[in-house]
RNA sequence: GCGGGGGUUGCCGAGCUAGGAAAAGGCGCAGGGCUUAAGACCCUGUCCCGUAGGGGUCCGCGGGUUCAAAUCCCGCCCCCCGCACCA
């Protein structure tokens, strides 16, 4: 049959516009405020939005349903760099981005090319954005609709700033950055050529010093991740090459000529002040700052000079590095020779054991390693890495601090880097040097980046143990789903550190008191929910911007002030002003925030922790569910590389509500779902069929009801229960596997057995499925009714119409038929079919059932009986069943008659079999008829 | 490395927190029906064996507990995601 879905669909979103059904004031129902993270806006949305919507949509039609007054709104964010970098790469008409622009996000060339600024890109993306919700049917709110470079919204965000700094949130610090010295620009992954995997390490600076008598001090910076091995320092290496020294803030320094050029981005004040030659300083002396002691420099070929400062510091005992480099020097005289140095130099160099692992006896540990993976030379490079890396792990976690590291002596490892750098740096003998972890790290401009330092930048001070704590607080009443999420969540806000809020560069608001700085775009995004109350007055145009002043947001949001001073200053109606504080009161706190699972480590966290610092207790939010991703076609999608499906292009080619069915359908929870077209299609035959049987049968007016009617109102009433158990764990997956799914199985079998009133399950089949399958429903609903069904109360559960008996007859029935075409398969040429029932034991085991505890304690009687333990699985499995019956409260004390069934269900048989059956005991051996059971007749064929 | 999740029948995935029927549902595939035909729809089959409803082997691997384990316990292997200043 041909349907036209979209026309269809269309219809019925232009009805709920007109009527405007989805739009929410407070009333005295109880209120439900979901919300779903806007979209931002650097492309059309896709089929990953459409998950995480699809699933808020039909978590508020269902809530809607079930009787709450549902706020569903959405809007769109735009602040922060990627809409300003698409802008400048259409300007520069860059293909790859024209490509994928064209190609996946189905902006046409022309179109495309025009949006060489970010106001048309803000302006196309987001009226593509609104196009693309409305055509798949959402019930959102959209009176409330805006977007985050809107003036109003920025005063919005200029208050909660100002709250945050009154409560001392927001602090100035300084942190390291990923940064293209050419365009001037930190980076972000997608502006890598080379290295989106490094992430910036900090090395912990030791500054040994060189005393030349009557010149200044030198300092020789040893760049280490181990700071506690400055303990078993024995020498220091340098490369055999030219290094440089610079005047760092007060002091000279040693270091290789790139280390300098890093440090230029540091925050420190650096000045070239020469070249030197690490050869003149070989066999010199340099004091250890921490011991004092006096350690040789010597030359090493390992070291490598763009590797932090080019300064190592030398621990035979824990580097097997070290320990390698110190043999090879003992056993190359010629090299010693080369370099001036005197044999005895090294030879009387010790490696200095400072840590020890628990239940192991005192060794050398590098040498130990070096020595087990035989290790020749500081040329194998592959075996010494592979020997550090496992003794520094080994260490990291099991090693513990001996009496020789002094004040540090028992402290662990693994506890140690962080306490010892901060000491180092206090006594004015530390400081830190950062480094990416993998080199190179180039820019798409083709230059190698930098790490700078950015100083004096804003910082929301996320790792205040008191906000901190607060969150954690809180988490433990919030419900999370699913639920091992709250671990997850836990896990991350301990793990949040303090956040640069401000950027240069990007859309966005400026920080109120620093107008040089812009409010980073996660930063803005906190607690936007609670400006959806003000943006249905905005756009109304009841509220403007110049009426949203500090105290019209603290009368509205906590009710502080004086009305009639705050309307009169903020020049709002005071009615106005009071309308809005009454619609936030009734509104808040979110009910439920639904989101993709990308989200979890920032936005999230940073929604929590605001509403926390800003609202009170009462409004904070109540809960948070977490989606996965969707592929395509087993392929990760890509918004700036490709493949990807516009929610657009997939509601054209299949239909909004195949769209939403099968994305609801395709996974659970936080488990990815894959879009495939295959599969796609199949689920839209499945509407097809069911749009089919509405017109068929929903008309029908139904004749009194038979036994199988009942069946299928009890299947049907188990199939509501389901559904909404479901629904209230927010498992859409589930949800429409049973109120699709299983209703459609069911329904199959009850058309096969001459079932003819269907439309006793069509009102409510159709209110089930409303929130899934909105459009199609609304359509068949319209045969029958002038409401919508969107607004129709969702079915409850009817216990009373659970038909136990109906069930079990169904039941045995189609058991019944299995078995008899098991057989049939073997017998050419069949020509009768007899069947004889048994009745015995069935009633046995059904009275132990009654009077067992538990399912374990049955079966242990049971099982004591020889004649039941050779059917063993046959009885186990009837005695689970019945085991749930009877928890349900249903069982039967007595089984159905199975005479009666078959003799009223011959017909049936015998057209399902194409062979005559008759009920016949006479004629069926007497063999067959011991081994039968109950629900399990002996058949006989002929 | 740390943290979170996971390995089920051709595929996707239930079930695994309350042990109890080769293991829901969807998709795919095969056969049959309907149809002028195709599609749609309906039925059947889809681990192996089997001329009587049966038997055998299964839920990453190896052990254990139990009348009974995909489910509980112990050990091992493998996979995915996050670790940021970016939306």
Redesign the pocket.
């Known amino acids: ?2 349907i036209d879905f979209t026309a269809i669909e269309k219809k019925w979103q232009r009805e709920w516009e007109e009527k405007g059904v989805f739009e929410a004031d407070p009333d005295g129902k109880p209120k439900f405020f979901i919300t779903i993270p806007y979209p ?3 492309g059309n949305l896709h089929a990953g939005h459409t998950r995480t919507l699809t699933i808020g949509d039909a978590i508020a039609r269902y809530m809607r349903m079930k009787g709450y007054n549902v706020l569903f709104p959405m809007g769109f ?7 300003i970098g698409l802008a400048e790469l259409i300007q520069k008409r860059d293909e790859r981005t024209i490509e994928v622009y064209t190609k996946y996000h189905d902006v046409p060339k022309d179109v495309l090319l025009e949006l060489t600024t970010p106001e048309k890109i803000v302006e196309y993306f987001s009226n593509e954005a609104l196009k693309a919700l409305k055509g798949i049917g959402y019930s959102i709110d959209w009176r409330r609709v805006f977007t985050t470079t809107d003036e109003e919204y920025q005063k919005f965000i200029e208050w909660q700033y100002w709250k945050l700094k009154e409560k001392n949130l927001i602090v100035k610090g300084s ?1 390291p ?2 940064y293209c010295p050419n365009d001037q620009n ?4 997608h502006d890598l050529l080379m290295g989106e995997n490094a ?2 390490v900090e090395f912990t600076v030791i500054k040994f010093y060189f005393e030349d008598g009557e010149t200044n001090k030198i300092i020789f910076p040893c760049a280490t991740l181990r700071p506690e091995t400055v303990f078993g320092v024995t020498n220091i290496w340098l490369k055999p090459t030219k290094y440089v020294l610079a005047k760092v803030n007060d002091e000279t320094w040693f270091v290789s000529r790139e280390a300098y050029e890093k440090l230029t981005y540091t925050d420190k004040e650096v000045k070239l002040v020469g070249e030197v030659d690490a050869r003149d300083f070989f066999g010199k002396f340099v004091v250890n700052p921490l011991t004092n002691d006096k350690i040789p420099i010597l030359p090493a070929e390992f070291v490598d000079t763009d590797n932090a400062t080019g300064v190592v510091m030398s621990v035979p005992a824990h580097a097997p590095y070290d320990y390698v480099a110190i043999e090879d020097l003992k056993g190359d005289e010629e090299y010693l020779k080369k370099f001036g140095l005197d044999k005895s130099l090294v030879e009387n160099l010790k490696p200095i054991v400072l840590i020890e692992i628990e239940n192991e006896k005192h060794t050398i540990p590098a040498k130990e390693i070096v020595e087990e993976l035989n290790i020749q030379s500081q040329k194998d490079v592959e075996g010494l890495e592979k020997a550090t890396k496992a003794l520094y ?1 080994k260490e ?2 099991k090693g513990i601090l001996l009496d020789i590291t002094g004040e540090y002596a028992g402290v662990k490892v693994s506890q140690i880097k962080d306490r010892l750098t901060r000491d180092l740096i206090e006594k004015g003998i530390g400081d830190v040097f950062y480094e990416f972890s993998e080199k190179p790290v180039v820019c798409r401009c083709g230059t190698k980046c930098v790490v700078k330092l950015v100083k004096d930048q804003w ?2 001070n ?2 205040n143990p008191k906000w901190k704590g607060k969150v954690l607080e809180h988490l433990k009443n919030m419900q999370i789903v699913p639920d ?2 709250k ?2 969540f836990r ?2 806000i301990e ?7 401000a ?1 240069r560069k ?1 859309l966005g608001t400026k920080i109120p008191w620093d107008k040089e700085w812009l409010i ?3 930063s803005d995004s906190t607690i936007y929910m609670a400006y959806y109350i003000l943006a249905k007055y905005i756009n109304s145009g009841l509220l403007k911007a110049e009426n949203i002043t500090q105290k019209l947001l603290d009368y509205v949001f906590f009710g502080v002030g004086d009305a009639n001073g705050v309307a009169r200053s903020s020049g709002l109606d005071k009615e106005v002003m009071e309308e809005i504080r009454k619609d936030f009161e009734y509104w808040y706190p979110v009910d439920l925030r639904s989101s993709g ?7 999230l966290l940073f929604f929590l922790f605001h509403h926390i610092a800003i609202f009170p207790e009462n409004l904070w939010p109540k809960a948070i569910a977490v989606n996965g991703y969707v592929s395509l076609e087993g392929k ?1 999608m890509s918004k700036s590389k490709g493949p990807l499906l516009t929610m657009k292009r997939a509601v054209e080619e299949h239909g909004a509500d195949v769209t939403r069915l099968y994305i609801l ?10 879009w ?1 077209r ?2 796609v ?3 839209a ?2 509407l ?2 069911f749009y ?1 049987l509405g017109l068929e049968y929903y008309k029908k007016e139904p004749k009194s009801l038979t036994k199988l009617d009942k069946w299928l109102i009890s299947r049907f009433q188990r199939a509501v229960k389901n559904t909404r158990e479901a629904m209230d764990n927010i498992q859409t ?2 949800a429409v ?1 049973t109120a699709f ?2 209703v ?2 069911d329904v ?2 009850y ?2 057995r001459g079932g003819e009133n269907l439309s006793v399950i069509f009102d409510d089949w159709l209110k089930l499925l409303a929130p899934f399958a909105p459009h199609i429903c609304e359509e068949l609903w319209h045969l029958k009714h002038d409401t919508f069904v969107s607004l129709e109360s969702y079915p409850k559960f009817d216990e009373s119409k659970i038909d136990v008996e109906a069930e079990a007859i169904e ?1 045995y029935l189609r ?9 049939l ?4 040429e069949p020509k009768e079919v007899y069947i004889s029932p048994a009745e015995e034991w069935k009633q046995e085991i059904i009275g132990i059932v009654l009077r067992s505890d ?7 009687e049971i ?1 004591s009986r020889e004649e039941f333990k ?1 059917m ?3 009885i ?6 019945a085991f749930k019956d009877k ?1 349900d409260g249903l069982l039967l004390d007595s089984g159905i008659n199975e005479v009666k069934v078959i003799e009223e269900n011959i017909r049936f048989l015998e057209r ?1 079999l194409g062979v005559k059956v008759s009920l016949n005991s006479e004629k ?1 051996p007497e063999s ?1 008829r011991k ?3 109950p ?8």
């Open positions: 049959m041909q931002y806006l650097n964010h735009v602040t922060g760099t990627p809409i942190h950055v990923r930190p980076v972000e992954d992430t910036i792990k990291f976690h910082f929301l996320y790792s091992y999420y671990e997850e896990n991350k793990w949040l550190k303090d956040k640069a809020c950027r990007g980073e775009s996660l699972k990308d989200l979890v480590a920032n936005h990760k359908y395709a996974a659970e929870y936080d488990n990815d779902a894959d495939r295959r599969d299609e199949g689920l035959n499945n097809r069929r089919s997956r589930r596997n799914f299983e459609m199985t199959r079998w058309l096969r039941e058991t019944l038929l299995e078995d008899i075409k098991e057989i398969k073997f017998v050419e538990n399912m374990k304690e049955a079966m242990k099982m050779k063993g699985k046959e186990s499995a009837f005695v689970k069943k928890k399902e069926v067959k081994s039968a059971m629900g399990k007749p002996a058949i006989f064929v002929v």
